[in-house]
């Protein structure tokens, strides 16, 4: 007999820094950076927002607060998914 609960897995993935210029995010692998110029959506959202990340799946991001969902390959070329990537005023 099993008595551990099953559960939803713990993401590995972490915000470690917010600065004036952008977003660092934490994954598996490596630290990425993501700029506000390439991704604006992170600007001027509460802190609480941009902590709150979850890796539904590897290499997959998704911000629940903001409805932001990003790969690894989005933040690292981001010139790659412009219509993703375009600044929404």
């Given at each position: 007999?099993n ?8 993401s ?29 959506w ?48």
């Amino acid at each position: 007999m099993n008595s551990l609960a099953l559960g939803n897995n713990i993401s590995p993935a972490e915000v470690t820094h917010i600065s004036s210029h952008g977003v660092w995010l934490l994954t598996r692998t490596e630290e990425l950076f993501m700029s506000y110029d390439d991704f604006p959506w992170f600007k001027n959202q509460p802190i609480n927002a941009i902590l709150r990340v979850e890796e539904p799946s590897p290499n997959h991001f998704y911000w629940p607060e903001m409805d932001i969902d990003l790969t690894v390959e989005m933040i690292k070329h981001p010139e790659r998914f412009p219509l993703q990537a375009s600044s929404q005023s």
